[in-house]
Each structure stands twice: as C-alpha cells, then as structure tokens.
C-alpha cells in the first residue's frame, strides 16, 4: 500500500528552505559576518590609501620634532643671555677680562626692533642661538652695555636700526649694520654661515669637542 503525503505549496517549501539556513547561521553568530562584512576587493585596495597617507603623517612628524628642537634651541639662547646679564651684573669689570680659550664679542643694537630679551629682539635672539649652538660657551655675548656702548658708539648709547658687532679682545669691528644696510642674521642664511665660519676660523674655533658634542644632545633631548 502505498502512502501518500499532501502537497505543499512550491512557495512554502522555498521559504522554509530559506528560514533553516538564516537560523543555523544566526546560531553560529556568523549571519552579522556574512551580511555586514565588507568584500575582500575593497579590503585589497583600502591598503594602498592607508599607505599613501604615511609619508604626510611621517612630514608632519618631523616638522613637530623641527619645532620642538627650534623651541629647545631658542629657550637655552634665552637663558644663556640671562646668565650672560648675571655675569655683567655680579662679575664683571671693565675692560673685560677675557679668560683663555674663550671670545667676547659685544652687540649694539637698536630697540626700536625691540629690547631683549623681554619683549625680545629677533636678530639678537639669532645671534645668540647660532652662536650658543655652534660655539657653547667659548663665546660670551654682551648686548647695550653701557660701558661698551660708552667706548664703541658714537653717541656712547644705541643707535636706531643698528647691529653692531665687536669683539672685545681686539676691538675689531667684526659687522656693522649701519655700515652695510643689512642683517647680519636674517635674509640670507649662507651669508650669516660664512661669516660665522671666518669667524671661528680667526679665532681658532674648530668643531666641538665630543664630550661637549655629547651634553649639547643630552640638552636637546
């Protein structure tokens, strides 16, 4: 004898077929995987956008490293010129004596640029910074200081728009603003190298010794 089963409508049987899988999937946790996830394609070429943003993210880093570092290297001129006054103030006599191994050199300067180092005054911040870096302290700096003004200038004070640079071992007159018509620090930066190269050179200034090498990159850190 044969059995016979009812029929069940073609549409039933789709749904139904359809339902089992949904559930197993969403047993498994893996129906949110398979609907939502992104196809592999555009994984492939999301790479290669991440990629290419690197090198801006690598530039804007050193730039930040470039900013830190100039920072660093501007509050040290500052305090160097801070204990530049306190020698001036506590220590020393005129003329100034200049212990061996070391150069004094004496800036004029017109504060009508502004009066370091509050609320500052851009090429004496310079002078002091490139000079700080590349000689430590084998170079002393004095800014508008009456004595030296009284022997150097003129008018025995500063002159509007001047920078004028002396060194107070020879006298010598090593730049003069109001001479040239031009900084000495700002505009050209070769020419502000050169100078400081013939500089050193006169003097005997060769590079750094490493053990100073050494403590100018422990202070930069």
Not at 61 to 86: I, M
Not at 102 to 129: C, M, Q, R, S
Request: net charge neutral; proline share 7%.
């Amino acid at each position: 004898m044969t059995q016979s089963f009812p029929l069940r409508p073609l549409s039933a049987m789709r749904s139904r077929a359809m339902i089992l899988p949904i559930a197993v999937l969403a047993c498994l946790g893996l129906l949110g995987r398979v609907f939502v996830g992104a196809p592999r394609p555009q994984l492939r070429l999301s790479a290669p956008e991440k990629l290419a943003e690197a090198p801006t993210t690598m530039f804007v880093g050193k730039k930040k490293v470039k900013e830190r570092q100039s920072q660093r290297s501007k509050e040290r001129a500052a305090k160097y010129a801070e204990e530049e006054d306190d020698v001036e103030i506590t220590e020393l006599e005129w003329p100034v004596k200049i212990p061996e191994g070391e150069t004094f050199i004496h800036v004029e300067y017109g504060t009508d640029a502004g009066e370091f180092p509050k609320p500052g005054n851009y090429e004496v911040v310079k002078l002091y910074e490139a000079m700080f870096s590349r000689f430590q302290h084998r170079v002393r700096i004095l800014h508008n200081y009456p004595p030296a003004l009284k022997e150097f200038s003129p008018t025995e004070s500063w002159r509007n728009n001047s920078f004028e640079v002396i060194d107070l071992g020879s006298k010598e007159l090593l730049f003069s603003k109001l001479d040239s018509s031009r900084s000495l620090v700002t505009g050209n930066d070769d020419f502000f190298e050169n100078w400081m190269d013939k500089f050193a050179e006169k003097r005997g200034l060769g590079p750094l010794q490493p053990s100073s090498q050494v403590e100018a990159a422990v202070d930069s850190n």
